[in-house]
Structure formats: C-alpha cells, structure tokens
C-alpha cells in the first residue's frame, strides 16, 4: 500500500519561502498514471489544491497560488516537492499530499503536517 509522509519546518517568517518534501513508500511517483498533488486547510477554512505533478513530470497549478509555487521531484528518492514562496500569516495551514489516478480525486492520502507563519 502506498504510504505518504510529509516534512518540513513547522514555523516559517514571513516572506520567506516555505519549503515541503512528500515522500512516498510501498509506491512510485513514476507509476504510470498517477497524480501527486499537495492540499492544504487553513484554520476554519476548507482544503484548498494547491498544485499537481504527474507521473511523467507534467505540473498543474491552482491558479490562485501559481505565481508563487513551485513542484519537483526526485525520482530516485519518491519525494515530491513544495516550495511557496513570499509566505504570509494567510499561508499557515495544514499541509498535506495525496495521490490517485484522477487530478482532484485522492486513494492516498499523508497525515498533513502543521506550517505556521508567523514572525
């Protein structure tokens, strides 16, 4: 089954650049079809996608947030990654990846990991 975990530093000061590492077992990010994505749930808000990479490294963004993300992977590690930059108070939430085989659609999903941006 595939297992998704998600790092990175829990407190970022605003304006800088966040920068979050999903990493997948029992799976591939290069399994023919699938979809890794990142979403996140601001306090009191719901979850809101935030960008995809696809098996074959094509990327999507959610329009609201494209001219500040950025996806990579690495393929010999499974580790897909988040890089938000010009954070502000706004941008604290949970974050978390998921994958399936339909874009906005999820089997698998990591436990989300806390960001808060504060100064």
């Known amino acids: 089954q595939v297992q998704l975990q998600e790092s990175g530093p829990g407190l970022v000061k605003p304006s800088q650049t966040l920068s979050l590492t999903c990493t997948v077992s029992g799976g591939s990010i290069t399994t023919y079809s699938y979809y890794w994505s990142w979403i996140r749930q601001s306090p009191g808000k719901g979850l809101e996608w935030m960008g995809t990479?696809?098996?074959?490294?094509?990327?999507y963004y959610s329009p609201s947030l494209k001219s500040r993300t950025s996806l990579s992977r690495d393929t010999s590690k499974d580790q897909i990654t988040l890089q938000l930059s010009s954070v502000t108070p706004e941008d604290t939430a949970v974050y978390y990846c998921?994958?399936?085989?339909?874009?906005?659609?999820?089997?698998?999903w990591g436990q989300g990991t806390q960001v808060t941006v504060s100064s």
């Open positions: 998921g994958t399936g085989t339909r874009i906005f659609l999820f089997d698998y």
């Open positions: 990479i696809y098996y074959n490294g094509n990327t």
